[in-house]
């Protein structure tokens, strides 16, 4: 299996640039079904939640229906209260570690697509007392400042409560390997999954295909919970980007996964526990084409397939992840490696 390295990085590169907040993901639904129109598949359409689903028929109408989920939110920021010098005051969307946040750059996007850039100010250190200084304000105790004198002048820029935004963090290659970027929770798993189908495009395989590219992840899986009632698969994956904690300090029994190990198979999280016929079905996948791969350390995080598994009378589920350092912060790290890994193991566990 030959997958395109540069296409790969391309894409992951525009996926990470996209703004894409829980229950506002229209920029990035709307660059998937541009892609999915040359991907053959059956039948793509948005569902009454923003929900990009879509269908790539198997040859044996006794095949399996296999749901494959990527979630296109990431974690990101809503105008909870805008003041009367036009500082604005923002609540997470999705779980944020506030130690991230003073001075990190913010992009707000207004109704037209627009982004408005700010910082999230501070007083200066100078008039601050030590210990204050040491102490980190919640984040709805913090503001961003976006230039503006006044409320007015924040309204006029077409914000207003509830708008929403991410970190302002333009994706940058680092080298042939590795990605510095936002948002690869989980634009990641949708760049593989639309590779899959690219590997897909010529190849009939019995079993049909349940293609889903969920919104609200970050904040529940609730895109995810109708997706799988409106399809009703027999067995689902979800493609997830996970912690990898290979990083000073962290002693190896919370190594969750390393970089450059390949993709992440989960045994277990805080929202599944994987039947063991998808773990063996993982496993005769890696098998195939000698993919290496690592256990996701159990019991971190959530995905979509906790909802997924308990759908209407139960979905088998699974988890398969490309591991990121830093996820849900400014910026993560990745390996295109591991991404590349991933995307095989995932063709070959629908081919079986
Ligand atoms: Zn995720």
Same mark, same amino acid.
């Given at each position: #299996?030959?997958?395109?390295?540069?296409?790969?990085?391309?894409?992951?590169?525009? @996926?990470?640039?996209?703004? =894409? !907040?829980?229950?506002?993901?229209?920029?990035?639904?709307?660059?998937?079904?541009?892609?999915?129109?040359?991907?053959?598949?059956?039948?793509?359409?948005?569902?009454?939640?923003?929900?990009?689903?879509?269908?790539?028929?198997?040859?044996?109408?006794?095949?399996?229906?296999?749901?494959?989920? *990527?979630?296109?939110?990431?974690? $990101?920021? &809503?105008?909870?209260?805008?003041?009367?010098?036009?500082?604005?005051?923002?609540?997470?969307? =999705?779980?944020?570690?506030?130690?991230? #946040?003073?001075?990190?750059?913010?992009?707000?996007?207004?109704?037209?697509?627009?982004?408005?850039?700010?910082?999230?100010?501070?007083?200066?250190?100078?008039?601050?007392?030590?210990?204050?200084?040491?102490?980190?304000?919640?984040?709805?105790? &913090?503001?961003?400042?976006?230039? !503006?004198?006044?409320?007015?002048?924040?309204?006029?820029?077409?914000?207003?409560? =509830?708008?929403?935004?991410?970190?302002?963090?333009? !994706?940058?290659?680092?080298?042939?390997?590795?990605?510095?970027?936002?948002?690869?929770?989980?634009?990641?798993?949708?760049?593989?999954?639309?590779?899959?189908?690219?590997? @897909?495009?010529?190849?009939?395989?019995?079993?049909?295909? &349940?293609? %889903?590219? *969920?919104?609200?992840?970050?904040?529940?899986?609730?895109?995810?919970?109708? /997706?799988?009632?409106?399809?009703?698969?027999?067995? /689902?994956?979800?493609?997830?980007?996970?912690?990898?904690?290979?990083?000073?300090?962290?002693?190896?029994?919370?190594?969750?996964?390393? @970089? $450059?190990?390949?993709?992440?198979? %989960? /045994? /277990?999280?805080?929202?599944?526990?994987?039947?063991?016929?998808?773990?063996?079905?993982?496993?005769?996948?890696?098998? #195939?084409? $000698?993919?290496?791969?690592?256990?996701?350390?159990?019991?971190?995080?959530?995905?979509?397939?906790?909802?997924?598994?308990?759908?209407?009378? =139960?979905?088998?589920?699974?988890?398969?992840?490309?591991?990121?350092?830093?996820?849900?912060?400014?910026?993560?790290?990745?390996?295109?490696?591991?991404?590349?890994?991933?995307?095989? @193991?995932?063709?070959?566990?629908?081919?079986?």
């Amino acid at each position: #299996m030959t997958v395109d390295r540069k296409k790969v990085i391309e894409t992951q590169i525009e @996926l990470s640039n996209l703004i =894409g !907040c829980p229950g506002h993901e229209v920029e990035v639904t709307d660059y998937i079904l541009v892609k999915l129109e040359k991907l053959a598949v059956d039948k793509a359409w948005i569902d009454p939640l923003g929900n990009v689903l879509a269908i790539k028929e198997g040859s044996d109408p006794n095949g399996l229906r296999i749901m494959l989920d *990527a979630h296109v939110d990431e974690v $990101g920021f &809503m105008i909870s209260h805008i003041d009367d010098q036009g500082y604005i005051t923002i609540e997470t969307l =999705g779980g944020i570690d506030k130690r991230l #946040m003073l001075g990190s750059l913010i992009q707000f996007h207004t109704t037209e697509r627009k982004r408005i850039i700010g910082v999230v100010g501070t007083s200066p250190p100078h008039i601050t007392r030590q210990e204050d200084r040491e102490k980190i304000p919640p984040i709805n105790e &913090m503001f961003v400042d976006i230039g !503006c004198k006044s409320y007015q002048e924040v309204r006029d820029m077409d914000l207003d409560i =509830g708008s929403v935004g991410t970190f302002y963090t333009e !994706c940058i290659q680092l080298n042939n390997n590795v990605l510095l970027g936002k948002a690869f929770d989980d634009r990641t798993a949708c760049n593989v999954l639309l590779q899959v189908l690219e590997q @897909l495009k010529d190849i009939e395989i019995p079993h049909t295909l &349940m293609i %889903t590219f *969920a919104v609200q992840e970050e904040v529940g899986g609730r895109g995810a919970t109708v /997706a799988g009632f409106t399809l009703e698969p027999s067995i /689902a994956l979800a493609l997830e980007n996970t912690i990898a904690s290979d990083v000073p300090g962290v002693p190896p029994a919370k190594m969750i996964t390393k @970089l $450059g190990s390949g993709p992440a198979v %989960t /045994a /277990a999280d805080r929202s599944l526990i994987v039947p063991k016929k998808i773990l063996d079905r993982i496993k005769t996948a890696a098998d #195939m084409d $000698g993919i290496a791969w690592q256990y996701k350390k159990p019991v971190y995080g959530g995905t979509d397939a906790g909802n997924i598994s308990i759908t209407r009378s =139960g979905v088998p589920s699974g988890v398969i992840s490309v591991p990121c350092r830093y996820i849900h912060a400014n910026a993560g790290l990745l390996q295109v490696d591991d991404i590349i890994e991933t995307i095989k @193991l995932v063709v070959n566990f629908c081919k079986i």
